[in-house]
């Protein structure tokens, strides 16, 4: 697990380190796919080592009022959605 604290600058070395023990990664973020994190993460590894990638994130949606419980289910931000896009980017490495 990698906390990434900001997109720019990125550290790129840190994913990539990982990515060439893991072969796969998962992005979570409580942001839009669209423009977020995953999609920076998802441009270095084409730039630097293609890795299957799943992402977490929120589907491009108008956001809504609730506890943090609620809206990281609603969402899908919570660990089983984390669990489940694991076990698919695992399906997928080479």
Request: charged share 25%; proline share 5%.
């Amino acid at each position: 697990m990698i906390n990434i604290h900001t997109i720019k600058p990125l550290d790129e070395q840190a994913i990539l380190r990982s990515v060439r023990k893991t072969r796969c990664l998962v992005s979570a973020e409580e942001h839009n796919y669209l423009g977020g994190l995953g999609e920076s993460i998802a441009r270095t590894l084409a730039q630097h080592e293609p890795t299957a990638q799943e992402f977490i994130a929120t589907q491009d949606t108008f956001g809504e009022s609730g506890t943090p419980d609620q809206l990281m289910a609603k969402y899908k931000l919570n660990a089983p959605a984390i669990v489940e896009a694991a076990l698919k980017a695992i399906k997928r490495k080479p």
